[in-house]
C-alpha cells in the first residue's frame, strides 16, 4: 500500500465542519482511498472510501482532488462524538497480500463544545 | 450487518500464563480474519492473517510461537497469548473479511471487532 500524510491533530467546533486532509503522492491507479476512525478504546470503524469521484455517505464526504495525489475527508457538522484518530489508508481492492490495511498515525481530531 | 465481536473486552493475567481471546463474525462467514496490536498511543500495528483452514501468516517480528492463532471455522479465530509478560500487556483488536464469498458485505473489507485490553500483572 502506498504510504500517506495526515497532520497529527486537528481541533473543531462542535457543529462546525471538520476538514481533514490526507496526501497520498504516490497513489496507483488500481488503489482506493479509504478512511477509518478510531474512538478511544474502541476497534476501528469504517468511514467511507473512493477511488476517484467524490464520495458522500451519512457520515462523511470525501472529496478526492484530480490527479488522486490528496484527498480530504468532511465531516459536515462535527458532534463531540466525533473526537477520535482519523485514518486515511490507500488499498487496492483484491485478495491475496492485498487484503492487508496499514494503518499510519493518523489525525487526531478533537471536538470542542 | 458485518458485525464482528471479541472476548472478553479486558482480561487481567498472571505473568507466565497464556490467555485466549477469541474473534467471531456474527452475521457473515469470514474466509480471512486478521490480528492487530496497539500499544499505548500508538497505531495499530498487523501482528497476522489467518484464512480459515490454513495457517496463519505472521507479520516480520512477531513470535508465531508465542502468537497462537487458531481460525478453524468461517466464525471464529482465536489468539492465544502464551507465557505472557508484562510487555504483551496491549489492545488486541481482530478484523474479518469475507473474501471473495462475500454477499452480503463486501468481499474484500475488513470488519473490525471491538478490541480486547490485556493487562499482564
Known amino acids: 500500500d502506498a504510504k500517506t500524510t495526515q497532520p497529527p491533530s486537528m481541533d473543531c467546533a462542535e457543529g462546525r465542519a471538520a476538514n481533514l486532509p490526507c496526501n497520498h503522492s504516490t497513489i496507483s491507479g488500481n488503489e482506493y482511498v479509504y478512511w477509518y476512525r478510531q474512538i478511544h478504546s474502541q476497534g476501528p470503524q469504517y468511514i467511507i472510501h473512493?477511488?476517484?469521484n467524490n464520495e458522500t455517505n451519512e457520515m462523511a464526504s470525501l472529496i478526492i482532488t484530480e490527479d488522486r495525489k490528496s484527498s480530504t475527508l468532511i465531516l459536515p457538522h462535527a458532534t463531540l462524538r466525533d473526537t477520535a484518530v482519523y485514518y486515511c489508508?490507500?488499498?487496492?481492492?483484491?485478495?491475496?497480500?492485498?487484503?492487508?490495511?496499514?494503518f499510519g498515525k493518523g489525525t487526531l481530531l478533537t471536538v470542542n463544545p | 450487518g458485518a458485525v464482528v465481536s471479541q472476548h472478553p473486552s479486558r482480561v487481567i493475567c498472571k505473568s507466565g500464563t497464556s490467555v485466549k481471546i477469541e474473534c467471531r463474525s456474527l452475521d457473515f462467514q469470514a474466509t480471512t480474519m486478521f490480528w492487530y496490536r496497539q500499544f499505548p498511543k500508538q497505531s495499530l500495528m498487523l501482528m497476522a492473517t489467518?484464512?480459515?483452514?490454513?495457517?496463519?501468516?505472521?507479520e516480520q517480528g512477531v513470535e508465531k510461537d508465542k502468537f497462537l492463532i487458531n481460525h478453524a471455522s468461517l466464525t471464529l479465530s482465536t489468539l492465544t497469548v502464551t507465557s505472557a509478560h508484562p510487555e504483551d500487556s496491549s489492545f488486541y483488536i481482530c478484523s474479518a473479511s469475507p473474501g471473495s464469498g462475500g454477499l452480503v458485505v463486501s468481499s474484500y473489507e475488513q470488519y473490525f471487532g471491538p478490541g480486547t485490553r490485556l493487562t499482564v500483572t
Open positions: 489467518s484464512n480459515e483452514g490454513s495457517k496463519a501468516t505472521y
Open positions: 489508508i490507500v488499498r487496492v481492492i483484491s485478495g491475496g497480500s492485498n487484503y492487508k490495511l496499514t
Open positions: 473512493g477511488l476517484k
